[in-house]
């Protein structure tokens, strides 16, 4: 399986079923400690529902899943003290200012006194929010929103950082930035587990995995996956059209 050296986060046949809907069918991966990996795929595909899986926020219906050695279902507390999950709409509150986000995210971790002020400056400056750690959150960019949502998750320095279209309707600028800021992250050893909508961040990870009707339907790195194609784009569109195309030949058959 790619990425399975030295492997940090492990899923392994994991399904998720609402009823008589199936979010998520047996898929399987595996994330290499320090690397970045994309999840790409179509709107309703079930990267969200297996992001949230591995984020401990929704116990699996069937598989195993664990991060650092740990069953994120049999050991919740300590899976999440090990990671830093950001949802496609992170809780910021509006009304208090970038200061009182970041305290407040601070407190929930028990980080106060000296260490919170080192954190503040680090990752207020890390995201460049610093001239703007009094402006309500309300009245932030997009792209400004996004990044205090980062420094809000990072501010209890998890070894895995878990993402959700963390760009989706960010301006092009902002977009390049955050990622820059991710790529710094990286480079300190963080692992990064991210979904995206956008095919060019999908080349900047080490591995992608494309999903598609609940399935995982390949695992590659983005130059082995476009081989033979002009682009990521290209290659992804193509294999899901093959998939589609399947189903409704199993269909007709049938």
Known sequence: MPGSDNPI??????????????????ASLSVAAGSMFGLVGSDGAGKTSLLRMIATMIQP????????????????????DRIGY??????????LTVDENLKFFMDIYGIRGTEAKLRRERYLGFSHLLPFAHRPAGQLSGGMKQKLGLASVLVHEPKVLILDEPTNGVDPVSRREFWDMLRVM????????????YLDEGEQCDQVAIMHQALILETASPQAMRYGFPSLEEAVISRIQEVDEELRNDSFQR
């Not at 950001?86 to 009304?95: H, I, S, T, V």
């Open 9 to 26: 986060i492990r899923v392994e046949k994991v399904s998720l079923r609402f009823g008589a809907v199936t979010a998520v069918s047996e």
């Open 61 to 80: 219906s069937a598989g195993t899943i664990t991060i650092d050695g740990l069953d994120v279902s049999t050991h919740r507390r300590q899976v999440r």
């Open 86 to 95: 950001m949802p496609q709409r992170f809780g910021l509150y509006q009304d």
């Open 186 to 197: 990286q480079n300190d050893g963080m692992t990064i587990l991210t979904s995206t909508a």
